[in-house]
Each structure stands twice: as C-alpha cells, then as structure tokens.
C-alpha cells in the first residue's frame, strides 16, 4: 500500500495553511471565536483526487472515497517538528470545516490520448471517468454547501 503521505502530500506550504494565517472575520477576535466564525461560514471541504489508481482500502477492509480522506487525515502521533509540519494543515482542514467529503476520479483517457485531452469529445473519455465526473457534479450542484457569510450572504461565485 502506498502511504498516505503521497496521495495527502499536506505540507506547511499547504492551501489551507495559507488560508488560515490570511484571512481574519473581526480585527480583535480571539481565536476560538475565529475558528468558530471559519466553520460556520466554509462549505464542506471537498478533496478531488484525478488519476487515481489505488484500491480505496484501509487494512485489507473496503472503505468509502469519505473515509479514505478521513483516514488520510488522521493525525500522526509524535512531537517532532517533521510530524508537527505534517500534523499542522490536517489540523486545520478537520478545525476549520465542519464536514469533509472526497471523490476520486480514474485516469479520464488512456495514455496514447492523454496528451489531447482538452480536445476528446466525452464519448472519448474513460468511462469509469465520465461516471465519477457526474457523481461529482450531482454532488456539487444538488447537496453541495453554499459558503454563507455572515447576514446570510451567500457566496456562489456567480454575478447577480
């Protein structure tokens, strides 16, 4: 089995990290308030892994795409600063937002195609990769969460 640490390369350096050393909600909020803030208005952390050839197992058992993340972000246990670096965005993403959910996606054409790939028409496409596209877009479009800021502003990315 591959470890966890090649298919959640978290680093430090890590979107999430980043994310959390910017971006304030109030001037003087303590940091409890903070993360309270940051769960309450962040959607579900939605982690998409493309080519994905691995068995979605943990210990010979079958697992759900969910629980492959969640295993991969357990925390590693040790005090060292190599672990406290890995530690650190795992951290964040399970504090910071309140749900987590993961879709993997296989290899979306054969090697020979690859290259033109934004060029294939989708009956060119794997088709293992078309149908986890869709669950993918059902997903986000029917249970996907909208961020909400607070007064209920929702943030969906698109113009009014």
């Not at 978290?10 to 980043?18: A, D, I, K, M, R």
């Not at 040790?78 to 959910?101: M, W």
């Not at 009956?123 to 149908?131: A, G, M, P, T, Y």
Request: charged share 30%; hydrophobic share 30%.
């Amino acid at each position: 089995m591959v470890p966890s640490s090649l298919i959640f390369p978290l680093t430090p350096q890590s979107y999430v990290t980043e994310l959390t050393k910017r971006i304030k909600f109030k001037s003087n909020s303590s940091e409890e308030d903070e993360s309270t803030e940051f769960k309450r208005i962040f959607p579900t952390f939605t982690w998409c892994v493309r080519d994905f050839f691995l068995k979605l197992e943990i210990d010979g058992e079958n697992v759900t795409e969910d629980q492959y993340l969640m295993n991969g972000l357990k925390l590693k246990n040790g005090t060292s600063k190599k672990i406290q670096d890995q530690n650190l965005p795992r951290e964040c993403i399970l504090h910071y937002f309140h749900s987590h959910k993961c879709f993997v996606f296989e290899r979306p054409a054969s090697t020979k195609t690859l290259h033109t790939l934004e060029e294939l028409e989708e009956c060119e496409l794997e088709k293992d990769f078309v149908e986890q596209s869709q669950k993918f877009c059902d997903y986000m479009f029917k249970e996907g969460s909208v961020k909400t800021l607070p007064g209920g502003i929702l943030v969906t990315g698109r113009s009014k």
